[in-house]
């Protein structure tokens, strides 16, 4: 990924529950959905019982666009009640990459 800052990241972290059940099936559609939203720049991720993802986007307006995304909205509220024991989400402004 060559991204040219300034952009922003959201970082996602967080500790999965024992029941992931349809987890990785949601995770692949919300990604789809959110490659197709405006301001959406890419993702990376990594982890299995702890997992860190990122994903990248133009603006602050995007972020929130993306968080009142009705789909993205059903995937949080059963992501905090079955897959995740905890979590958190950062918001950053990159401005340099090297």
């Keep these: ?9 959201v970082i996602f972290t967080a500790n999965r529950s ?17 490659q197709t ?3 959406f720049l890419g993702k990376e991720s990594a982890g299995e ?5 990122v994903s990248y986007w133009k603006d602050l307006e995007s972020i929130s666009a993306w968080k009142a995304n009705p789909d993205h909205i059903v995937a949080q509220t059963l992501a905090s009640r079955a897959w995740y024991k905890n979590y958190k989400v950062r918001i950053a ?3 340099r990459e090297y």
């Design 49 to 53: 019982d702890f997992e860190i993802t």
């Design 37 to 39: 939203q405006s301001g």
């Design 1 to 9: 990924m060559n991204l040219q800052p300034p952009y922003y990241a």
């Design 18 to 34: 024992e029941n992931v059940k349809g987890y990785q099936e949601l995770s692949e559609k919300l990604f789809n959905i959110a």
């Design 93 to 95: 402004k990159v401005e």
